[in-house]
């Protein structure tokens, strides 16, 4: 397993993908310029946070429009692991690999912190290895995860819901939707499956001295993953 | 030579009337605070400016649909000044 971590002009969480994903995980990962037109030799991509070209026009906007956006389309078609955090997620939406969008928290504070999360989905690549709770942190301004009803009745009709923000017992409260995101997403499938797009931040949780590992219950896909392929 | 003549365009952006403004929310409390009672909602849009040699409706909707605009969450409107 080979994952690419793509760098855009302003990613910020890059290097917690790499080291999280060769150091914590133990998969192999390299990182990949944004004006890269190829992945030939990748398994997997990782889309990781930041404010990519400083979040101009709209967040992930610019980057969707990216060169090597096109090899992350082909990833996605060929059922490949894709899977991207916080302004990753962002991306995804705005090239329109995973539907809604995401805008201005609720409260408009950008909210640094743990959050609590229930997998939705338990059969799809990502999520089927999930068996509790999960605390993984936040941090991010425009996480606020928008989508109009009839989508998001196809969405659940689907199991495209990955991930939904609950407290610590994971009961759905409204004090648990920390930025006031639509039916509480943070985090949501393609239709296949194999693309992830979430708010939290698996990669921050991999590690006992960062305060959480639940990151693993994700992640743990990649390493799963492969002899399936 | 001849002086190569431009066409500004404008396009206005604006988020879906159904959804949260919660940067417009705040900037109506502030106008508030300052007094304006009559004041009940803002909302804040973007304005793009386009510079084209020559304005082509179905070219600019085009730029408007590919990255200008975000048909999930916003809505646009172009007007031709000159």
Known sequence: MKVAVLRFPGSNCDQDAYFSLRDDLGVEAEYVWHESTSLTGFDAVFLPGGFSYGDYLRCGAMAARAPVMAEVSRFAAEGKPVIGACNGFQMLCEAGLLPGALLLNAEQRFICKDVYLKAENRTSLWTRNVDKVLRIPIAHGEGRYVVDQVTAETLERNGQIAFRYVDPTGDLTDAANVNGSAYSIAGVLNERGNVLGLMPHPERATRALLGSTDGFQILNALKLVVSNL | ?82
């Open chain 2, 1 to 82: 030579m001849p002086k190569l003549v431009m066409t500004t365009v404008r396009v206005y952006v604006t988020l879906k009337p159904s959804l949260l403004d919660s940067a417009g929310r705040t900037v109506a409390q502030a106008l508030q605070k300052l007094g304006y009672d009559e004041l009940h909602q803002t909302r804040i849009g973007k304005l793009i400016e386009l510079q084209v040699e020559t304005y082509d409706e179905v070219r600019v909707k085009a730029m408007c649909d590919s990255l200008l605009a975000n048909p999930v969450i916003e809505d646009y409107q172009i007007e031709v000044v000159a």
